[in-house]
T-cell receptor, first 113, second 113 residues
Framework: QKEVEQNSGPLSVPEGAIASLNCTYSDRVSQSFFWYRQYSGKSPELIMSIYSNGDKEDGRFTAQLNKASQYVSLLIRDSQPSDSATYLCAVNTYSGGYQKVTFGTGTKLQVIP | GAVVSQHPSWVICKSGTSVKIECRSLDFQATTMFWYRQFPKQSLMLMATSNEGSKATYEQGVEKDKFLINHASLTLSTLTVTSAHPEDSSFYIC?????????FGPGTRLLVL
């Protein structure tokens, strides 16, 4: 089982709709969770972080975390064509004094005008 | 804040030459930096963890003699691809942590002819 799993997509949504991106992780002791956006040919850009159960909202983005289910999601409201990118889920675990960050393979989002 | 730069952004070289890529944290100190490689339409692959003042930690399957990492100061890590071959052509990205978050450099695209 992969440590961080995402559906590779592509996920296609019409402009103005809500895009829902999902991620599951296997390590129960993971403490920090992140969503990165990567445009084609560019490096990843941090867009959201979440550390505790529940929802965290930042503009059109909402991250949701459920540690019991080992599940983290990203909702993008009022999706725009400029949101078309690959979204990477990352999970951070501290163990033995070391930080380990594990990335999912990413979900490609296509917002159709 | 939390800006990471990379230089150069593009490298084209002949097979057999060595290429050095620099990664700098511009507005913060980083005792640890990470080096990733990404092939087209594939996910990020962690190559190694660069540690200031000590040896880098390489991921399984990454040749430490081929990918030399030096982290000589708290703001600079370098990756040298020695005797580069066409199969080393890829997008190399570094990142540095600020707390639990990772901030990525813009990446270096390497093409070995």
């Amino acid at each position: 089982q992969k440590e961080v799993e995402q559906n590779s997509g592509p996920l296609s949504v019409p402009e103005g709709a809500i895009a829902s991106l999902n991620c599951t992780y296997s390590d129960r002791v993971s403490q920090s969770f992140f969503w990165y956006r990567q445009y084609s040919g560019k490096s990843p850009e941090l867009i959201m972080s979440i550390y505790s159960n529940g929802d965290k909202e930042d503009g059109r983005f909402t991250a949701q975390l459920n540690k019991a289910s080992q599940y983290v999601s990203l909702l993008i409201r009022d999706s725009q064509p400029s949101d078309s990118a690959t979204y990477l889920c990352a999970v951070n675990t501290y163990s033995g004094g070391y930080q380990k960050v594990t990335f999912g393979t990413g979900t490609k989002l296509q917002v159709i005008p | 804040g939390a800006v990471v730069s990379q230089h150069p952004s593009w490298v084209i070289c002949k097979s057999g030459t060595s290429v050095k890529i620099e990664c700098r944290s511009l507005d913060f100190q980083a005792t640890t930096m990470f080096w990733y490689r990404q092939f087209p339409k594939q996910s990020l692959m962690l190559m190694a963890t660069s540690n200031e003042g000590s040896k880098a930690t390489y991921e399984q399957g990454v040749e430490k003699d081929k990918f030399l990492i030096n982290h000589a100061s708290l703001t600079l890590s370098t990756l040298t691809v020695t005797s580069a071959h066409p199969e080393d052509s890829s997008f190399y990205i570094c990142s540095a942590p600020v707390g639990p978050s990772q901030y990525f450099g813009p990446g270096t695209r390497l093409l070995v002819l």
